[in-house]
């Protein structure tokens, strides 16, 4: 297994890769850069649209269209490049927080968690976004489902809905909750796993660091693969948490992980650039591209956004 190049062109910070299979599509967000990527792997083309803030996380909808969070606004839009209309708006302190990892669940809510930039306090949270009975009048739900991180990452659930995930990346730990798919309830927060903390003056090329959990999802054993940021690995994960392949990665920064193709055996890989050592983006130019390798196991597809 080796990795391939999908997009050459690099994100500041790609992130929220899907893809989309009635489109034929990869999607991917460049938070920093503002944008919103989609790409023909086929052809070889990319797409891009401009968002006025820094853009998060998206998900495709039932029907047509993207489901798209910016700093403290989710939007929906009808199109490719279309009109952003708003679902929410959060108050919470949009200088200081915005939106990061989010997805949909399997039922049709958009979940999406917060970084908090200082990164000094515990004010990160994970939101849902439930939009389903909107068609009988009633207005768009959104609860808080966990609160007290840094950044938030790592969101998947598990192929019998009853597992939840969501990770702290600068405190190195990834969470498990039940879920009860109906009721939208969880419980029993626990570590799926914590990894080591990065040595203080730590350097990229120096030994003793593995990196720490950014974007994740699951395969249909449900099996966890997780981006390990600064690590340049993506680790896998039996759902009793057993490590099952270290793979190592094309480039240090490694950000989020989706499947993809017709059969969902393709692992696709987006990664960042942004604030990296001159060196290290000298020896890795491609730092922030988009990346392909074939596994065994075939992925969960996408979850689309039900309104």
Same mark, same amino acid.
């Given at each position: 297994?080796?990795?391939?190049?999908?997009?050459?062109?690099?994100?500041?910070?790609?992130?929220?890769?899907?893809?989309?299979?009635?489109?034929?599509?990869?999607?991917?967000?460049?938070?920093?850069?503002?944008?919103?990527?989609?790409?023909?792997?086929?052809?070889?083309?990319?797409?891009?649209?401009?968002?006025?803030?820094?853009?998060?996380?998206?998900?495709?909808?039932?029907?047509?269209?993207?489901?798209?969070?910016?700093?403290?606004?989710?939007?929906?839009?009808?199109?490719?490049?279309?009109?952003?209309?708003?679902?929410?708006?959060?108050?919470?302190?949009?200088?200081?927080?915005?939106?990061?990892?989010?997805?949909?669940?399997?039922?049709?809510?958009?979940?999406?968690?917060?970084?908090?930039?200082?990164?000094?306090?515990?004010?990160?949270? %994970?939101?849902? /976004?439930?939009?389903?009975?909107? &068609?009988?009048? *009633? @207005? #768009? !739900?959104?609860?808080?489902?966990?609160?007290?991180?840094?950044?938030?990452?790592?969101?998947?659930?598990?192929?019998?809905?009853?597992?939840?995930?969501?990770?702290?990346?600068?405190?190195?730990?990834?969470?498990?909750?039940?879920?009860?798919?109906?009721?939208?309830?969880?419980?029993?927060?626990?570590?799926?796993?914590?990894?080591?903390?990065?040595?203080?003056?730590?350097?990229?090329?120096?030994?003793?660091?593995?990196?720490?959990?950014?974007?994740?999802?699951?395969?249909?054993?449900?099996?966890?693969?997780?981006?390990?940021?600064?690590?340049?690995?993506?680790?896998?994960?039996?759902?009793?948490?057993?490590?099952?392949?270290?793979?190592?990665?094309?480039?240090?920064?490694?950000?989020?992980?989706?499947?993809?193709?017709?059969? %969902?055996?393709? /692992?696709?890989?987006?990664?960042? &650039?942004?604030? *990296? @050592? #001159? !060196?290290?983006?000298?020896?890795?130019?491609?730092?922030?591209?988009?990346?392909?390798?074939?596994?065994?196991?075939?992925?969960?597809?996408?979850?689309?956004?039900?309104?």
């Amino acid at each position: 297994m080796s990795w391939q190049i999908v997009c050459d062109q690099p994100s500041e910070l790609g992130e929220s890769p899907f893809w989309h299979p009635q489109e034929q599509m990869l999607y991917w967000v460049d938070i920093l850069g503002r944008q919103i990527h989609r790409a023909n792997v086929f052809m070889g083309s990319v797409e891009r649209w401009a968002m006025p803030q820094e853009v998060g996380c998206i998900a495709p909808v039932a029907g047509g269209g993207l489901v798209v969070a910016l700093r403290d606004e989710i939007f929906r839009s009808q199109a490719w490049q279309g009109e952003l209309h708003s679902l929410a708006h959060f108050d919470y302190d949009a200088r200081t927080t915005r939106f990061n990892d989010g997805k949909c669940d399997p039922l049709g809510r958009f979940w999406a968690g917060t970084v908090y930039e200082p990164k000094d306090a515990p004010k990160a949270a %994970l939101y849902s /976004l439930d939009c389903r009975n909107r &068609r009988d009048g *009633r @207005p #768009a !739900q959104v609860e808080l489902k966990a609160d007290g991180a840094l950044t938030a990452n790592g969101l998947a659930w598990s192929p019998d809905r009853r597992t939840v995930y969501w990770a702290d990346t600068p405190r190195h730990i990834i969470y498990q909750w039940d879920w009860d798919a109906q009721t939208n309830a969880m419980a029993h927060q626990r570590v799926f796993m914590q990894f080591p903390s990065k040595p203080d003056g730590w350097q990229f090329g120096q030994p003793g660091y593995g990196g720490r959990p950014d974007g994740a999802a699951v395969d249909a054993l449900g099996n966890y693969y997780v981006a390990m940021f600064e690590g340049m690995r993506v680790l896998k994960f039996s759902p009793t948490g057993q490590l099952l392949a270290d793979i190592a990665a094309p480039v240090p920064c490694p950000t989020m992980v989706c499947f993809g193709g017709d059969d %969902l055996q393709t /692992l696709y890989l987006t990664s960042a &650039r942004h604030k *990296r @050592p #001159a !060196q290290e983006l000298q020896t890795y130019p491609l730092s922030g591209c988009v990346f392909s390798m074939r596994v065994d196991t075939p992925g969960l597809p996408v979850n689309f956004f039900s309104d």
